[in-house]
């Protein structure tokens, strides 16, 4: 049985606000032309179900941040870090080459590098987003054996700071439905940073790993606030220290 399968059992658990499925692999990307051109050799290109990606997460903290419509065939949606990277806006027009063969989509919109839309592989943050079928069809109009992974996300009820507090219990959850499979690797957020977080005068925005299975974890954390400066830079020390 999938992964994402054994995962269905955790919706409707009051720790865990979404499940969200997604196909994922990598692709090369360009833009512009002549002395313009710009490549990227590295991009992650997902199909999402946008439908159910709005709800993921909740609404705290912008949920998965793909809120919106469906990409219609022909066209994608970008995280900001990809659209600066290849100097791209909405209405424009990006190559992505998915399994070797390009093709062009327009720009539908981009949105913030954050929660599903700011997941990262390896080093590499620069997310394009495409409606369902859309990889699946250009691995079989490749003709070869390569597929797109399937990865399931699992949100914590509360948000970035609340839903801390329910990482280690919802990690279990997820052991427990994998079963065999928990040894192929699962990633949990928010545990254990969160405790470090509590800064003065500071509000934590954002927390997230950008790799899947790195060892040692390594988490970012976004904080904002207002204030002299000095006394907000003495805030982040503490929690530094």
Not at 8 to 18: A, F, K, N, S, T
Not at 215 to 230: D, L, Q, R, S
């Amino acid at each position: 049985m999938p992964k994402g399968t054994r995962l269905q059992r955790l919706r409707g658990d009051p720790q865990v606000d979404g499940l969200l499925t997604v196909r994922g692999d990598q692709a090369a990307a360009a833009s512009g032309s002549g002395g313009a051109r710009k490549a990227e050799p590295r991009v992650n290109v997902w199909e999402v179900d946008f439908a159910e990606a709005a709800v993921f997460g909740g609404t705290l903290d912008g949920g998965s941040g793909l809120a919106g419509p469906t990409p219609t065939a022909g066209e994608t949606v970008l995280n900001a870090d990809l659209a600066s990277t290849m100097g791209v806006g909405d209405g424009e027009v990006l190559t992505v080459y998915l399994y070797g063969r390009p093709a062009q989509f327009r720009v539908a919109r981009v949105v913030p590098t954050k929660g599903v839309a700011g997941v990262g592989t390896g080093a590499v943050t620069r997310n394009a987003f495409f409606a369902p079928g859309t990889l699946v069809g250009a691995a079989r109009a490749a003709g070869g054996t390569a597929q797109p992974r399937t990865v399931t996300f699992v949100s914590n009820a509360g948000g970035v700071e609340a839903g801390n507090t329910s990482s280690d219990a919802v990690e279990a959850k997820i052991r427990a439905a994998l079963g065999p499979l928990a040894s192929q690797g699962t990633s949990v957020e928010k545990a254990n940073v969160m405790e470090s977080g509590v800064l003065w005068r500071e509000e934590v925005t954002a927390l997230h790993n950008h790799f899947f299975y790195d060892e040692p974890k390594v988490y970012f954390m976004h904080i904002g606030g207002e204030g002299e400066t000095a006394l907000l830079a003495a805030g982040v020390r503490r929690a530094l220290d």
